[in-house]
């Protein structure tokens, strides 16, 4: 890579291929928690290829509210009508933001309206349910993409950039960790990813374990063989978990290992580090949406710290799904990219449960 | 810690008991390979604790030249002539650096002459040779030590302190790291730390992932109480041993999990990062004596970087043995202590060959 190039095309869109002069892609936003308020919807009000048209709530009240508060929306509908087809004709697509366990049938309604699906990650709580929205959207013959939004992070994509050129020679190599004091974003004891029935198997590897594994897969371009782990619950707000935290180790072909932590009961850290035959890169901070990421490559005794300007996470994931859709492309996160995830992701369960090594 | 001491005494050497002007502790150097006498010897020559008066190697040529070409030493002497007993009554302890494999016999030989024993690590190849070398020297009441110079490396005495007066809250997860191109630091195929009858039962945990390992226990002032890993071997040079690369996994007591790496054939490089319950801390450089630490401390939206004045590793370890013998008491990193980290590495080689979680 050119040395100009990695200053002035650093945060550059590399995936857009589209002018950005089409009609935006209309998203009915489904599930209008914290996340979807304060990050999907005004980062997609920000943008020149997406906007909400449809807010989907549990509570019609809500969904009101919310339809109410936001500009672009034309309508606040409650599940039920959205199952029924309500308001089908004003969005070209779904966000799907509810808890892990209940994504399938959104996605599975969207899917027979022939709508495209932007599905929040994990996918869903177990692969049998992964695997039949991935149907869905194949027999519809509709986009699925699992809102990876490291695969838009600028710092993310120099990384795999600067793999991939041989900058760091082989990869040998990884350090992945993320955490997060959820008790104290989230006081409820009574919460979704606290509860088995609606996040899966997990709270810690699950919601933000799945940040290393995902970012370790992408840079590398790669998918895990086998894994191990080992999983801790000791407060009693974690009882119904195994993992309030959790260490898991990733093989990936050629021996390559990449040793990851996680957990929602320390404080709010992440970073991700690819040590090479002849470099390290280090990002740190790295998955969180609202923190700056810095990037640090280090090679034949020469250390480069590189800051840039931070983007809207969100908002370029959002914008590359639209992208994609109107190119008629596949985004890198579809619903087979996620599949491989959600394999890993039991695996990782399992193998902490059974104590050994599970090949995937 | 009143922030004062943490500037003026950062690199103070907090564990001198000593005022330093007793009689220097005379040691007799056993294995004159690279590490004694690039590394050791020269520290020595610079403390006012201790100095080489004997050098001893299987080859009389290479004692005498080494003899020859150091002020102090006032003897080169073979193995054999150390078995049996040449010169003892000009040395006062051992620094025993010879190929893992064959510590016990000198120490052994030592503790009979009533010296005390510095020995390098990993203590021995086998958990029973180094459970004989702790009898030998406990039989003969002398002084055991084991060389982890992180004891006394400054910036991990200050993490170790902060771990302790809760600055990170309680501690959650870490990470370790340590790598380092061993075939181009040491072009022979045929060198002992690729040789299992020498070195034990493999390259990269034993030679240099023993420092996350160590460390980890240092920082903590916990034991392991459990042991996962992967290994791989690809490269010729590696044929004989299972770790070109390594990821382990040591859990310690109320599920606090290290996540590790080693290999011998990657860049050089070596981090350890605690993740606690209010803060993080990483020391990144951690573990080469050549190069730089610095410790990295955030907690509380504010990161704190620390550079300080490096100091010689090998002199502080040599001074602080010699200051634990003028006092009589016992150092940190004891043949009981340095036991613990010979169990952790055989349940690391066992986890890793039969894939599953080792207890120890």
Known sequence: MDIHRYFDEFTER??????GDQEPVRFAMIGLGWWTREEAIPAVADSALCETSVVVSRDKEKAQSVADSVESVEAGITDEEFHDGVAR???DAVYVATPNATHLPYVKSATEFGKAVLCEKPMEATVDRAEAMVTAAEDAGVTLMVAYRMHTEPAVRRLRDLVEEGLLGEPVQ???????????MIPNPDQWRLNPDLAGPGASVTD?????????????????????ASMDSTSDAFDAVPDERAAFTIEFPGGVFAACT???????????????TEGT?????????TEPRELTVSRAGTR??????????????????????????????????????MRALEGIYEAAERTERVEL
């Open 89 to 91: 004709d004003i969005y």
């Open 304 to 341: 480069v710290d590189t800051t840039f300007e931070q983007v809207d996470q969100m908002r370029e994931e959002f914008d590359y799904f639209a992208d994609c859709l109107h190119t008629d492309r596949e985004p890198v996160g579809d619903g087979r990219h996620g599949l491989v995830d």
């Open 208 to 228: 933000i374990g799945l940040y290393p594994l995902n970012t370790a897969r992408y840079v590398l371009d790669a998918d895990p063989v086998a894994v191990q």
């Open 174 to 184: 990884l350090h992945g960790h993320m955490s997060q004091r959820l008790m104290e």
């Open 281 to 289: 890169a280090t990002l740190d901070p790295a998955f969180f949406a």
């Open 14 to 19: 590399d995936w857009q291929a589209t002018s």
């Open 262 to 276: 996680a957990s929602q009961n320390a404080v709010q850290s992440s970073h991700l580090q690819v040590i090479g």
